[in-house]
């Protein structure tokens, strides 16, 4: 159960960088409000997760779902370049989020 809290922490972290855009340095309100309940969102959810994971490959896990979600969403949705370098890194990150993952339920 403890993976299913950080991965679903991992998706509010991705929610609340993408409402981070849009708030515009928290000057629009919905999206301002959005992003702080998104926040909140994921740090509960990975606070539940730290109760039985260790907190090393938990943060990383955390940190590497969000730059991986959120760097694909710029590519796909915001027009941020894509380049096979970008991906190739990108994929990098989900390859060690992999093995965090794999090492971890040894």
Do not use: C, D, N
């Not at 109760?51 to 090393?56: A, E, F, M, S």
């Amino acid at each position: 159960m403890a993976w299913v809290q950080l991965f679903i922490a991992g998706f509010f972290e991705v929610l609340w960088a993408l409402g981070l855009k849009f708030s515009h340095g928290f000057t629009r309100m919905g999206p301002s409000l959005f992003t702080l309940t998104a926040m909140g969102a994921s740090f509960w959810f990975l606070t539940q997760a730290l109760r039985t994971l260790p907190v090393g490959t938990a943060y990383a896990v955390w940190t590497g779902i969000g730059a991986v979600g959120i760097a694909v969403i710029g590519m796909i949705f915001l027009g941020e370049p894509r380049s096979w370098a970008r991906m190739f890194f990108i994929a990098l990150i989900v390859i060690g989020i992999a093995g965090l993952k794999w090492s971890a339920s040894r």
